[in-house]
């Protein structure tokens, strides 16, 4: 697998990490570096200063940051995994969208500490893994839309 920083995708003072460019490279690298988990922020730089995510219905702060796990679950048997990835970056694209475009994700390491209000796995001791390209959630989106009966994001 190859995933590069060949042209810039971190927003000024951000964490240089290596981008995933495609739904393949992103399998290759669950496969690869597993468990992961992709997280739609501002980036790494600001989640570790914070190091916790916040309820945003009653404003408590909870003792880790969100995030959403990619590795595969046993239920999903031989299937596709550029299906499953594809799901799981879909599950939460209209972040982007409802925060005027200020989020973007990225995947990361982390020990996980407990559950959010939405049962999303709370991470702390993160380790920045890799950015993934808006291009990606376009290719996510696309093959969520091939699928026999497509499904729409998660919202609350």
């Known amino acids: 697998m190859t995933y590069t920083t060949d042209r810039p995708v971190t927003p000024e003072g951000?964490?240089?990490?290596?981008?995933?460019?495609?739904?393949?490279?992103?399998?290759?690298?669950?496969?690869?570096?597993?468990?992961?988990?992709?997280?739609?922020s501002r980036g790494p730089a600001r989640d570790l200063d914070a190091s916790r995510s916040v309820d945003e219905l009653t404003g408590i702060p909870m003792p880790g940051l969100s995030a959403n796990p990619l590795q595969v679950e046993s239920w999903w048997g031989d299937r596709s995994?550029?299906?499953?990835?594809a799901r799981r970056l879909y599950?939460?694209?209209?972040?982007?969208?409802d925060r005027d475009g200020d989020v973007?994700?990225?995947?990361l390491r982390g020990r996980e500490v407990g559950r959010g209000p939405d049962n999303e796995p709370l991470v702390c001791d993160i380790e920045p893994v890799s950015w993934?390209?808006?291009?990606?959630?376009?290719?996510?989106?696309?093959?969520?839309?091939?699928?026999?009966?497509?499904?729409?994001?998660?919202r609350r």
């Open 14 to 40: 951000e964490t240089e990490l290596p981008t995933v460019r495609s739904l393949r490279e992103l399998g290759d690298l669950v496969e690869r570096r597993g468990p992961l988990y992709v997280r739609w």
């Open 104 to 107: 973007r994700p990225w995947t």
């Open 81 to 85: 995994l550029r299906l499953w990835v």
């Open 132 to 154: 993934i390209d808006l291009a990606v959630i376009e290719e996510a989106q696309d093959e969520v839309a091939r699928q026999r009966r497509p499904w729409g994001p998660m």
């Open 91 to 97: 599950d939460y694209c209209h972040l982007r969208r």
